[in-house]
């Protein structure tokens, strides 16, 4: 009686490269980031076998050895592009049992203090391990001493 209107029929050959949602996971770290502001998407994977309509086997590397490679297809996205010159490899990120990524400043470069109302809130500009390139964000002072504070004790 009840039909999803937003279903989209979508077929995958073997071979194809596909992009695997992540957002669905429960206690995934994903880049320290929240919100509209964490990947959606991490990939591209190879399909390996195709079950029937509905079920991918994935080509998975090592580093996500704990997690089973059998996929629904509303998990999926096709990859479009061509030139994979921008895709980041698993093997620049690292990551814990839990899969977690463990992200490990390298150092601060700049500082400022941040006034919001009636407080004022001292922020570090920290230059991250975890990519490829240089990354960097600003971090509240309490959020770092809480999460690294072997980085304040070389102070």
């Given amino acids: 009686m009840y ?3 937003r279903r989209r029929s979508v077929t995958f050959t073997i071979e194809e490269r596909v992009y695997l949602k ?9 880049f320290g980031k929240q919100g509209k502001l964490a990947p959606r998407f991490i990939g591209p994977f190879t399909i390996r076998d195709t079950l029937n309509d509905q079920t991918v086997v994935l080509e998975l590397p090592y580093d996500l050895a704990g997690i089973h490679n059998t996929f629904n297809v509303c998990y999926l996205r096709k990859c479009k592009m061509v030139d994979e010159s921008h895709i980041l490899p698993l093997k620049d990120f690292n ?3 839990t899969k977690k990524l463990v992200e ?7 500082q400022k ?3 919001m109302r009636n407080k004022q809130i001292p922020m570090f500009l920290v230059e991250w391990r975890h990519s490829l390139g240089v990354n960097m964000t ?6 770092m ?6 980085f304040f004790d070389l102070d």
């Fill in 95 to 97: 990551v814990d049992m």
């Fill in 113 to 115: 203090i941040t006034k």
């Fill in 104 to 110: 490990e400043p390298i150092r601060v470069i700049d």
């Fill in 145 to 150: 001493r809480a999460r690294y504070p072997y």
């Fill in 138 to 143: 600003w971090e509240t002072e309490e959020l």
């Fill in 22 to 30: 992540v957002s669905p996971w429960n206690g995934v770290n994903k």
């Fill in 3 to 5: 039909a999803d209107l």
